[in-house]
């Protein structure tokens, strides 16, 4: 645990009244039916995704709010209402319907963060059928690797996307149509035989409500894990899942239905559909989608030009924003700013720290991943942060630290994070792989692959995913206490930390690291990081090696990716690299 930091209080005033109260007193008798009475079930014990993000805000009146401002990589900008997003979401569900496809099928997106893949998401669920998006950096193998696996007749996708992935497409024998989107007739090229136009589609489609036919069971998302520790999976979700997604929006990113709301993640990955379009909606905010990629100026001009009044990132953005400077963010002007929460890897000391420098606000740690499909942990508006800590459970979630039979161990012990199964968005399936799914499951929890520690406050702290975490000379050493550690040192913009094997000591710690702009590799700096590292920690968890590095492999989306730095040391096979991240 990296406990030495002092504990930022909760502010004594804020400008908008947090959602969610005192930790304790709100998880008392906490039953999820309390929350349930505030989404709309559809009559006949249906419940559709689709219609509590969008068409019940229109049934109550608020059909002209917009609900997203998209800005395109050209500088392109359109704006959505609720009551256009329902028409255009109707329109999709009936394309689909008018195509035969049938409750069930799978859909999946390969396309940029366009209007359209929203249209399509919702459009889908609204006919029933299962939505998986993928990441539009994918090459031609993760594409056909994961629509293969799903058996999915409908692909939605934008002209290069389709030209990258042509060679694949014939050899998937479920896919029944190729749908392309052509936004702004930025493509010139006929269409392919055979595809069909989305714009024809669409403006031939008629906007008349869908079907829902969907109940809680129904499956609704299918998400392909990150890929960080081995091969990604298939988890899929049901329409339940709306009801812990919209809990969370409300409670650990506190959003309010007056909230301008930006979640940088790609609907590609799990953040971006349950925190970039489910959560948001459901709480009734307007939202900002930038399709563009990462770009220190870009984004503050975005936090700024838009009025943002609360951003949901992550460490690897949060990173690369400090490696540009806490100036900078000041030259802009985001004064209703107001609440700034990160998720997708384990939040540094420093990066908490580092966003009350640069906007006056910490940055809130929460902790979930792609089969909770919601946040279960998180650090609330309204909880003092132990900077380093992902926080605490949230109301209705029981989580646990256990050892490998599945007992629970003390209070500021290392052991295997744990969840109680039951949760409203706990994942249904890996798809085709029952044996997988099974095997997360221990002694009536539900086991995540991370290790971590509670302290008597109830507070978790990450120690490393279970494969990461070190045995040196009999001691467990989890590489985010090291990686953090690292990071206070002035020149290092990333570090990455992997235990080595040793005749002696088992494994030793081996730490790379990358460095700020400004600073040069040489072996007077890593003595000068050696040394700093064991000033910091004990001896026995301090690196034994550091090796200066141009960057870390990364996933596409921004965790680092310590399997490869091991294999790489070792001269081992590299395994899946379908999410690596180009050079
Ligand atoms: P794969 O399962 O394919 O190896 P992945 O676990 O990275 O990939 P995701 O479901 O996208 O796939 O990520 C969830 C994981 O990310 C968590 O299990 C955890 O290891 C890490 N993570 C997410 N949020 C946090 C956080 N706040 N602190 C520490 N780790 C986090
Ligand atoms: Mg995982």
């Known amino acids: 645990m990296v406990m030495d930091h002092p504990t930022i209080h909760k502010p004594t005033s804020f400008p908008v009244a947090p959602n969610l109260g005192d930790w304790a007193t709100s998880r008392e ?154 936004k702004g007739g930025r493509s010139s090229a006929p269409l392919a035989e055979g595809d069909l136009s989305f714009e024809e589609l669409m403006a031939a489609a008629s906007d008349a409500d869908a079907s829902l036919d969907t109940t809680r069971d129904s499956y609704s998302v299918m998400h392909f894990t990150s890929g960080t520790t081995g091969k990604p999976k298939g988890a899929v979700h049901r329409h339940n899942s709306v009801i812990q997604q919209y809990a969370t929006g409300k409670w650990a990113l506190d959003l309010h239905p007056d909230d301008i709301y930006w979640c940088t993640a790609d609907p590609g990955w799990v953040t971006g559909t349950s925190y970039g379009m489910i959560a948001p909606w459901t709480n009734g905010v307007t939202q900002i989608i930038y399709e563009g990629g990462f770009s220190a100026r870009k984004w503050y001009q975005i936090l700024q030009d838009y009025n943002v009044t609360v951003w949901y990132t992550a460490p690897t953005a949060i990173r690369m924003l400090m490696k540009s400077g806490v100036e900078l963010p000041k030259t802009f002007n985001t004064p209703n700013l107001r609440f700034m929460a990160s998720v997708g890897e384990p939040l540094n000391p420093e990066g908490v720290i580092w966003g009350q420098e640069a906007f006056g606000l910490p940055f809130h740690d929460n902790w979930w991943q792609t089969e909770t499909g919601a946040i279960m942990i998180a650090n609330y508006n309204s909880m003092d942060i132990k900077p380093g800590s992902m926080g605490r459970p949230i109301p209705g979630i029981e989580a646990g630290i256990i050892d490998a039979d599945g007992n629970p161990v003390p209070d500021g012990e290392n052991g295997i994070l744990a969840a109680r199964p039951g949760w409203p968005s706990m994942f249904q399936v890996y798809w085709n792989d029952q044996e997988r799914y099974d095997s997360r499951f221990k002694n009536g929890w539900y086991l995540t692959g991370d290790e971590a520690v509670r302290d008597s406050d109830g507070y978790f702290w990450f120690v490393g995913r279970s494969d990461d975490v070190i045995n040196t000379a009999g001691h467990l050493v989890g590489p985010f206490e090291v990686e953090s550690a690292l990071l206070e040192h002035p020149a290092v913009a990333e570090a990455g930390v992997i235990g080595k094997p040793d005749p002696i000591a088992m494994e030793v710690v081996k730490a790379f690291v990358s460095l700020k702009d400004g600073y040069e590799a040489s072996d007077e700096l890593r003595r000068e990081l050696m040394g700093f590292a064991r000033k910091k920690l004990a001896a026995a968890v301090a690196p034994r090696e550091i090796e200066i590095v141009d960057s870390l492999p990364k996933t596409r989306s921004g965790k680092i990716m310590r399997r490869l730095l091991k294999a790489r040391e070792l001269g081992l096979p590299e395994g899946d690299t379908s999410t690596l991240e180009d050079d």
């Not at 993000?53 to 009146?61: L, M, N």
């Not at 689909?96 to 396309?111: A, P, S």
Request: overall charge negative.
């Open 29 to 182: 008798n906490f039953d999820w039916s309390s929350i349930e009475g505030e989404i709309d079930f559809l009559p006949d014990g249906r419940l559709n995704v689709a219609y509590e993000a969008i068409d019940r805000h229109v049934a109550k009146g608020n059909g002209a709010k917009v609900a997203m401002h998209w800005e395109g990589k050209n500088g392109e900008k359109e704006s959505y209402t609720y009551d256009d997003m329902r028409r255009q979401t109707n329109k999709f569900s009936n394309v689909l319907e008018g195509l035969g496809v049938e409750n069930g099928e799978r859909v999946f997106t390969f396309m940029e963060r366009l209007p359209e893949i929203y249209f399509t998401f919702f459009g889908t669920l609204k006919a029933g059928c299962v939505i998986g998006p993928l990441f539009s950096a994918f090459g031609p193998d993760p594409v056909k690797d994961r629509m293969e696996a799903s058996g999915a007749t409908v692909l939605v996708t934008q002209p290069e996307l389709r030209n990258k992935i042509a060679d694949i497409l014939p050899l998937l024998p479920d896919l029944k149509h190729i749908i392309v989107v052509n």
